[in-house]
């Protein structure tokens, strides 16, 4: 069974800094793009950074490109987001997915296991 643990996030100020990461297990991942996305009340569910397992290879959105880093440990099999300078706009609940797409890695349905989700506050 394909589990993504998500841990990390909380609430900041803005400026600040906050790191989440996913835990996967289940399978071997090798082959998959871990992704990140975000969702604001009202709003869709935005691509927020993916990174190839085996390559390594890092795609960011543009609202947070510069400011957020994905990184994957394979010993650990855990994919981490490293968020700096975060903004209020920043506020969302964050997921962690998985999929075997190699193309749309932008998009929700490019991944077919899904994280628990965990809010992330940026306070003004």
């Known amino acids: 069974q394909v589990q993504l643990v998500e841990s990390g996030g909380g609430l900041v100020q803005a400026g600040g800094s906050l790191r989440r990461s996913c835990a996967a297990s289940?399978?071997?991942?090798?082959?998959?793009?871990m992704g990140w996305f975000r969702q604001a009340p009202g709003k869709e569910r935005e691509f927020v950074a993916a990174i190839r397992w085996n390559t390594g290879s890092t795609y960011y959105g543009g609202s947070v490109k510069g400011r957020f880093t994905i990184s994957r440990d394979n010993a650990k099999n855990t994919v981490t987001l490293q968020m700096n300078s975060l903004k209020p706009e920043d506020t969302a609940v964050y997921y962690c997915?998985?999929?075997?797409?190699?193309?749309?890695?932008?998009?929700?349905?490019?991944?077919?296991?899904w994280g628990q989700g965990t809010q992330v506050t940026v306070s003004s």
């Open positions: 997915a998985a999929g075997l797409s190699t193309i749309t890695i932008m998009y929700t349905r490019g991944y077919n296991y």
């Open positions: 289940g399978r071997t991942f090798i082959n998959d793009t």
